[in-house]
């Protein structure tokens, strides 16, 4: 799940790492009394979206005077940014963050996460600030520094003053700079995150480090216990299909292809989408219904397959193993006569009760396809979709 830029500086303050002072708003009125309440006669506003490539695209701006901020908060609110992150589609801008602008003079590059070839939490961090990480890997990979982080010992002082040092830091940055690492350290792991980033982080004319901008990802899978940062997410900024799926227990990724795909289990599931793509397939979504799966939720699996108008044909591939192949083909049935399926479907169950559950299906007087292996499927279903 994803935080919004002023949602992640709330948390940095809350773990004592200085931010550029700035308040959200979400209308022009809101925009105009939180530039009367931060001062000053210029300011930073920003469009809250979970996408990067703001500033490139327009979603930043610094304006002078209270008739350049109306104009920029105008501009920007209930309109769609388009970046090259979020893709042609973009993303609505609804709300914005309206900062106090500061006197930089030098940008780095910070971040927290976690490398899973290591299976270490890592801190990233470059001299090069303000630029996609990627992009400066590719253009200065000596600029690139790493501190991998040992899970019983945790971050150390050394760890962070080596960066701080091969970053160009005077003693006392150095100083500010270990203590902010180890703050962010300790936010990564209290709050279950996957992704902390502080990019730039700003050098000021005062030579205090702060974050300028920051990015934080929180892992869906430990939602549970960070319920206050659940409450922060933002619907508008999630895929539509996503968020339904969401709400009826379903693990659904939408993808640009025109196969849908229905399998029980994330690994299986991957498996799928390799062999639609193997057989020159593109798959229209990742789709796991569980090991658990009945008849209302491959209902609703089709639903939601069907809401995206780009699928051409569906492959259903079901391993019978806690719930048995003749149930899992009951729902099947029962689903395509309530769904009222007109496109191609082909069916691929394999587990207890295998015979049973193809006999099954091959009587239901539907236009379902059998397939009798995963690469007959994909083959089949590839195609149909090119029918």
Known sequence: MNLHEYQAKALLTEYGVPVSPGRPAFSVSEALEAANALGGDSWMVKAQIHGGGRGKAGGVKKVSGRDALKNAAESLLGKKLVTHQTGPAGQPVQRLLIEQTSAVKRELYLACLLDRALERIVFIASSAGGMDIEEIATRHPGKILKAVVDPVAGLQGYQCREIGYALGLNDAQVTALTRMMLSLYH????RDLSLLEINPLAIVSDGELIALDAKIQVDDSALYRQRALETLR?????????QKAREIGLNYIALDGNIGCMVNGAGLAMATMDLIKL???????????GGGATADKVAEAFKLILSDKNVKAILVNIFGGIVRCDLIAEGIIKAVKEVGIEIPVVVRLEGTNVDKGRALLKSSGLKIISADSLTSAAQQVVAAAKK
């Open 187 to 190: 936010l990564y792991c209290a």
């Open 234 to 242: 933002d619907p508008s900024q999630d895929d539509s299909k996503e």
């Open 279 to 289: 057989h020159g397939g593109m798959p229209a979504n990742f789709l796991d219904v």
